[in-house]
């Protein structure tokens, strides 16, 4: 994991993501929307196999100015990401970023969650025999700890990420936290878990 917190470090970082097919991004802020802020953009490279977290509270512009913003809007480059509303629009309001080519598991999850029995082969959407087996009483997205215990079992959610959402709650679900400098170790590890799972 890295911390990326100089335009230097942003330079040598997307030397490295560059180069990268398929990256996961996460982004935590203060109320994470147009109306909020954008304080941290945690990117894993797959084939690096490493986490930058880019500080855009520090940076503010010039850590997508320095080229974040023309990975994130790659269309060469795939982004999992996991419910990816709130980052999608934090970042185009207050950032100008149009993120491209977004694979958002959560999407996946609810087309998975709507299949009533899994077949050997995929249906297509157009196929009325689709629309036959399809659940339709999905009332409720998962959060990423609900599909991560409904596919590897529970208790496999990490324990770092349990405990800032309860430093979150406890200080009134205040986001605040991703402003504090130095960022505390534990937050580092949050992002790092969020953006790997």
């Given at each position: 994991m890295e911390l990326v917190d100089t335009t230097d470090k942003v330079s040598e970082s997307l030397s490295y993501l560059k180069n990268e097919q398929m990256i996961a991004v996460d982004c935590e802020g203060n109320e994470l929307g147009r109306n909020g802020t954008l304080d941290l953009v945690s990117v894993y490279g797959l084939k690096a196999k490493r986490v930058y977290i880019f500080d855009v509270y520090r940076l503010g512009h010039d850590v997508f100015n320095s080229g974040l913003k023309q990975?994130?809007?790659?269309?060469?480059?795939?982004k999992l990401m996991f419910d990816c509303r709130q980052d999608s629009d934090a970042l185009f309001h207050l950032y100008n970023v149009e993120i491209q080519n977004v694979v958002d598991v959560q999407l996946m999850?609810?087309?998975?969650?709507?299949m009533a029995k899994p077949k050997s082969r995929v249906p297509s959407l157009s196929d009325p025999k689709y629309w036959q087996t399809v659940d339709r009483n999905i009332d409720k997205l998962r959060g990423l700890g609900a599909c991560i215990e409904s596919i590897l079992g529970e208790?496999?959610?990490?324990?770092?990420?349990?405990?800032?959402?309860?430093?979150?709650?406890q200080k009134g679900n205040s986001?605040?936290?991703?402003?504090?400098r130095p960022l505390p170790t534990h937050l580092l590890n949050y992002c790092c878990e969020d953006v790997k799972n």
């Open positions: 990975i994130l809007e790659s269309v060469t480059v795939d999850d609810v087309c998975h969650s709507r208790g496999n959610v990490n324990k770092s990420k349990k405990a800032v959402q309860d430093e979150m709650h986001f605040n936290i991703w402003q504090e």
